[in-house]
Each structure stands twice: as C-alpha cells, then as structure tokens.
C-alpha cells in the first residue's frame, strides 16, 4: 500500500473560488495531487497561506461534490527523500 502524509481536514469552502480550505498539520506544495482517505484523487494543491507557524492550504478540486469532504481529512503521497 502506498504511503501518504496527512495534510489535514477539510474546514471550509471558498465561495468565491471553490477551493477546499484545510487547517495544515503536514506540509504542502502547490500543485501536488491531493487525495481523500481512500486514495482517490479530490484536486491539487493551489495555494498555501497564512502564518507560517500553522498554515492554511487551499485544493482546487476536481470532483463534482466538494462540500461532501467537510471534516474530512485529505493526503498526498509520501516523499521519497533523495538516496533512500
């Protein structure tokens, strides 16, 4: 099974944009794959924001029901770091 870091659960939804706001608890870049629990894919990371200490990320989704993920953790693969 494949490997995945949490990034953290979904709180919000922008009504301007759409995106899925998460509270941070992992570290993301933008335009990583996002993933829901089952390790379908939900949209990619758009922007990271806020204080650097404790981050806001936002996913711009590509499925067509994002308010069904609110309180819903969300991953993206695991990193391999280079020689390992």
């Not at 993206?76 to 390992?84: A, E, L």
Request: hydrophobic letters at 35%; zero cysteines; aromatic letters at 6%.
């Amino acid at each position: 099974m494949e490997s995945r870091l949490r990034l953290g659960a979904v709180f919000h939804i922008s009504r301007s944009s759409g995106n899925l706001i998460l509270d941070s608890s992992g570290e993301a870049r933008i335009g990583e794959t996002v993933q829901d629990a089952k390790g379908k894919k939900i949209g990619i990371v758009f922007d990271v924001f806020g204080p650097t200490a404790s981050p806001f990320i936002a996913i711009k989704p590509s499925i067509e029901t994002p308010e069904r993920l609110l309180g819903k953790a969300l991953y993206v693969r695991n990193r391999r770091r280079k020689g390992t």
